[in-house]
Each structure stands twice: as C-alpha cells, then as structure tokens.
Antibody
Framework: QVQLQESGPGLVKPSQTLSLTCTVS??????????WNWIRQPVGEALEWIGR???????DYNPSLKSRVTISVDTSKNQFSLKLSSVTAADTAVYYC?????????????WGQGTLVTVSS | DIVMTQSPDSLAVSLGERATINCKSN????????????LAWYQQKPGQPPKLLIY???TRESGVPDRFSGSGSGTDFTLTISNLQAEDVAVYYC??????????FGPGTRVDIK
C-alpha cells in the first residue's frame, strides 16, 4: 500500500521560498500513470489545489499560484517536491501531498498526513 | 474557472438518520465522450487529511461503508449518508477534476450529531 509523507521546514520567513518534499513509500513513484499533487488548507478553511506533476515531468499549476510555484519529481529518490516563492502570511497553511487514481480517474485517493507551514518573521 | 458550491454549510442529524449534502458546479462536469461526471467526495475529520469516499460522482472507494452514496449529473450532485454513525462526524468536500487546468473544491459541509 502506497504511503506519502511530507517533510520540510515548519517556519518560513516572508519573501522567502517554501520548500517541501513528499516521500513515496510502498511503491514506485514511476509505476502506473499517476499524477502526484500538492494541496493546501489554511487552518479552519477549505482545500486549495496547488498543482501536480507526472513522472514524465509534465506539470499543471493553479493559475492563481503559477508564477510562484514549481513542482518537480525525483524518481531516483521516489520523491516529488514543491517550491513556492515570495511567500506571505497568506501562504500559511497545512500542505498535503496526494496521489491520484491514475487510469481510474484523477480523484485523489492517497494523501499524506500534512505538514503545517507558518510564514512569519 | 469551475466554481463548486455546497449546501448546507453545516447540518446536525440524529444517529441512524440520513444526512444529505448538495454540491453544485457553475458548469457541467459531465464528459460526454465517456459519460462520466468528474466529481469526487472527501471526508475530513479533525487533525486528519481528507479521505476519498466517492469518485465519478457515484463510485464508492474501496473500503468505504455502503451507507455513503453519491448521485447526480452535470452540475448538481448529492452525497447521502444513510444511517448516520458517530464516526461520520466530519467535514465533507466535493471536488471537480474535469478541468485539468484547475481542480477545485467546494467550501465544505460540516456534519454533526443532533
């Protein structure tokens, strides 16, 4: 059973770059036609999709974040990563990584536990 | 952008009764070539990540109790929880994955026990 785990700094200063990694265990990130996603959720608020990456390197980003977001994949480490530049307090949220159902559709079937990132000086 | 709305914002239902949550999209999320609605439902309990319950609007994810059911097509969808159990207390979100340029979630509906 595939599991996902987010890691990275829990505190980032304003104007800096937020960097998170999602480690995939229990299966290869390269197997199957899956997209690997990032989603965030400000505390007490709704979910916001940030973007996704395929192991081919193909990406899709939320247009509202596109100018600041980079999602990449490292198949040798079985990981994918999120970079969000020029952060402000509005980027404070729990960040989740998630795997979709591949040929079964793009619903998000497996989620990491999430990691809280606070933007503050 | 495809905007998802949900109603009600919250509801309280007695144990063993039915809970009904509505989700509406501002444009159709039915893909005519395969006749599938690109709509998923998730359950989120406090301090936990969302859990996929339903996809293709009405297909139950493996392991999800059959008291959870999804229906609807086009722009109007419903999640029904029959025989509500205490462990069903959570926030429920709908999500469209029709537009690969931007997946969007509804604002969520909180379900409590009356």
């Amino acid at each position: 059973q595939v599991q996902l785990q987010e890691s990275g700094p829990g505190l980032v200063k304003p104007s800096q770059t937020l960097s998170l990694t999602c480690t995939v265990s229990g299966g290869s990130i390269s197997s199957g036609y899956y997209y690997w996603n990032w989603i965030r959720q400000p505390v007490g608020e709704a979910l916001e999709w940030i973007g996704r990456v395929h192991t081919s390197g193909s990406t899709d980003y939320n247009p509202s974040l596109k100018s600041r977001v980079t999602i990449s994949v490292d198949t040798s480490k079985n990981q994918f990563s999120l970079k969000l530049s020029s952060v402000t307090a509005a980027d404070t949220a729990v960040y989740y990584c998630a795997k979709d159902k591949g040929y079964g559709g793009r619903a998000l079937e497996i989620w990491g536990q999430g990691t809280l990132v606070t933007v503050s000086s | 952008d495809i905007v998802m709305t949900q109603s009600p914002d919250s509801l309280a239902v007695s144990l063993g009764e039915r809970a009904t949550i509505n989700c509406k999209s501002n444009q159709s999320i039915l893909y005519s070539s395969n006749n599938k609605n690109y709509l998923a439902w998730y359950q989120q309990k406090p301090g936990q990540p969302p859990k996929l319950l339903i996809y293709w609007a009405s297909t139950r994810e493996s392991g999800v109790p059959d008291r959870f059911s999804g229906s609807g097509s086009g722009t109007d969808f419903t999640l029904t929880i029959s025989n509500l159990q205490a462990e069903d207390v959570a926030v429920y979100y709908c999500q469209q994955y029709y537009s690969t340029l931007l997946f969007t979630f509804g604002p969520g509906t909180r379900v409590d026990i009356k």
